[in-house]
């Protein structure tokens, strides 16, 4: 190696060091002690905790919660950033950046205390169903289910895909649609063959930030989502918190963490694909 | 200058008291013109000029404030963009860059819901136009800047448009390159023969390529003709000076014992007859520097320091200094006289027909 790389490898060393030690470490005892067994004559290296896992229906309906909430939550912040990363096009500098602080304001509060804000609305006895109440509407349970755990980790991630769809929308050439509208495309055709196609990088780099976010988040499902809604992370934490079985909860955590990178490492590779499309050569 | 009151027969496209502000500041303020068919036309002036913005009301992407625009007679002030006719190629050409080339030119027909056979027919006929058959699946990063061009006319020429309006297209690109997309516009539109209008601050882009040329300063129309006319007879000082004129002087008529000068800058030029006081322009290339003392008839002169003398190739350019006054010149570069150097004191003059009186200038 040379001197000059040796120079700026050193310069990622500090972060380098701190993360294996401090994260790179802990994790690779949790998850090397999930696949051993100790007994009278020493270890054995086995794969049975994974089975038993796997065996298990209760499992399996954690794992596809926590897949579904995910994959809702993306879906609804998609839906409600894409509309107002639309209108931060058309604003000037001053208005955007107003904006933006209204809407990203929220990501200042603590999580636990915006999500307990959603209990007040949310809840039985919430603002809600007390309005429900006195118009004399039957009372909804938006709270200890899912669509309360998905109301709380839309608003919580909206912020994030906000910003990714709005990077990409910004980086849109004005002249582009001026193009399309001079060929006859009208408003909505301009949207769908137009923007939408160029503004795929930052939805799909939004949608894999929010997913990631929502199934490993433990504070609104427990908060929203009670005991009645568990997912992944807030097992993980029964597991070992409250039943000390560390390395069942290594397992339940492996499991999350493989299956998340997949589906990230999927829609990476197609966004990869779509860029190139889009650059060319 | 065309008025308001002129009749449209035989203006393919006219602007009438044509008004776009923005936060109270007029873009384009006032203009009226008219193109004739088949007309090349140039918009030209300094950015900020409104001449982009003109283009734009033309387009249909812009609604003036006030005015209108009529095609072939007919207002189209209210119609929609791609009902005009007017296709548009832009700055950077605008390709959309996440479709083929195939996809990009037959995207006007795909708006217009034309069946599969019928755009596979028309996308194929319009690239072997501009010569791309065979670059069908590439995307426009996978292009050259004269290919690029080519599918953006293609783009364009398929929806067989009345009017093409080119907005700086050859901005960014470097100048050979320029140079050679400059004569594929002219050519395209020697075969269409179809009225175009060109937006451009380039004024070697707008007098190679237009029929005419439409001045265009602080939103108005500072003069609309034939480049050579515009060169030789410049409406205004600003437009003097924007197709690149250097010397604009004031002159003074004045009278010494029964004989006429013109006194400009401290200098006085000998008049056959009297003179009007009037601001001039002496073309550079009409500027002769000499050692000698005295001026030839018909000439004007002025004494002066030779300040700087510039090689440019084919041409040198130089400066002479009087009082308070700077004359430049050109020459070609075997008629330079040997051996002036920067510092030593010459005259400079020129003829007194060459001058070009200002209207209306002060």
């Known amino acids: 190696m040379t001197t000059a790389r040796l120079r700026s490898a050193s310069l990622i060393m500090p972060a380098l060091i701190f993360i294996a030690a401090l994260f790179l470490a802990p994790v690779v005892q949790i998850l090397a002690g999930s696949f051993v067994q100790v007994h ?94 006195v118009l004399g509407i039957a009372p909804v349970a938006l709270m200890y289910n899912d669509v309360g755990v998905i109301i709380g980790l839309t608003h919580v991630f909206f912020g994030y895909m ?30 769908r063959t137009i923007i939408f196609p160029l503004c795929l990088p930052g939805v799909l780099s939004g949608s894999v930030l929010v997913f990631t976010m929502s199934a490993s988040a433990y504070i609104v499902p427990v908060l929203l989502g009670g005991t009645a809604t568990k997912v992944m992370a807030t097992e993980v934490y029964d597991l070992a918190i409250n039943y000390l079985e560390w390395k069942e909860a290594a397992v339940v955590a492996a499991v999350l963490f493989v299956t998340v990178w997949l589906i990230v490492a999927a829609v990476t590779r197609l966004a990869a694909r779509h860029e190139r499309i889009g650059e060319g050569g | 200058m065309p008025s308001d009151n002129q009749s449209p027969e035989g203006a393919f496209l006219a602007l009438r008291s044509l008004t776009k502000r923005f936060d109270g500041h007029a873009a384009v303020n006032g203009i009226s013109l008219e193109v004739k068919p088949h007309e090349f036309v140039s918009l030209l002036g300094p950015s900020g000029g409104g001449k982009t913005t003109l283009l734009h009301m033309i387009a249909g992407f812009t609604e003036p404030d006030a005015g209108d625009i009529l095609i072939q007679g007919e207002s189209v002030r209210r119609w929609p963009s791609h009902r005009r006719g007017a296709a548009m190629v832009f700055q950077s050409y605008a390709l959309f860059p996440h479709l083929t080339v195939f996809e990009n030119v037959a995207f006007g027909l795909r708006m217009r819901k034309v069946g599969n056979g019928e755009v596979r027919r028309q996308v194929s006929e319009a690239l072997e136009y501009v010569r791309l058959q065979g670059l069908e699946k590439r995307y426009p990063r996978q292009l050259s800047g004269g290919q690029q061009q080519r599918v953006a006319l293609a783009r364009a020429l398929i929806l067989k448009p009345r009017l093409l309006l080119l907005d700086e297209p050859l901005s960014n690109l470097d100048p050979n390159l320029r140079r050679e997309l400059r004569d594929n516009f002219r050519e395209i539109h020697n075969q269409t023969r179809m009225t175009t209008l060109l937006v451009t601050h380039d004024i070697e882009e707008a ?129 330079w006289p040997v051996g002036l150097q920067p510092g030593i004191t010459t005259r400079a003059c020129w003829p007194l027909h060459r001058m070009i009186d200002l209207p209306g200038a002060v």
Request: net charge positive; with cysteine.
């Open chain 2, 207 to 335: 007098f190679t390529t237009s029929d005419r040329v439409a001045i265009l300063g602080n939103g108005r129309l500072e003069q609309f003709d034939t480049p050579q006319a515009i060169y030789t007879r410049p409406a205004s000082a600003f437009v003097a000076r924007f197709v690149g004129h250097r010397n604009i002087v004031r002159g003074t008529p004045a009278q010494k014992e029964a004989r006429h000068f013109l006194e400009i800058e401290g200098t006085e030029a000998l008049l056959e007859t009297p003179g009007t006081a009037s601001s001039y322009v002496i073309p550079m290339n009409q500027v002769r520097i000499t050692t000698d003392a005295t001026t030839p008839r018909g000439y004007a002169g002025m004494s002066g320091v030779l300040e700087k003398i510039e090689y440019l190739g084919a041409l040198v350019r130089f400066q002479v200094k009087s009082g308070g006054a700077t004359l430049v010149g050109e020459c070609l570069d075997h008629q």
């Open chain 1, 40 to 133: 009278s004559g020493g270890w054995t290296l086995t794969a049975g905790l994974y089975e038993a896992f796997f065996a298990d229906a209760y499992s399996w309906g954690l794992l596809e919660r926590t897949l579904r909430i995910s994959a809702i939550t993306t879906l609804a912040c998609l839906v409600m950033a894409f509309p107002v990363a639309l209108l931060m096009r058309r604003l000037s500098s001053t208005q955007r950046t107003v904006l933006a602080i209204l809407l990203l304001s929220p990501l200042l509060t603590s999580v636990v205390v915006r999500t307990l804000a959603w209990v007040i609305l949310l809840g039985p006895v919430g603002l809600i169903n007390k309005t429900l109440g």
């Open chain 1, 162 to 191: 906000l910003l990714a769809i709005t990077a990409s929308m910004l980086k849109l050439d004005e002249r582009l649609m001026l193009a399309a509208i001079n060929l006859g495309a009208s408003r909505w055709q301009v949207l």
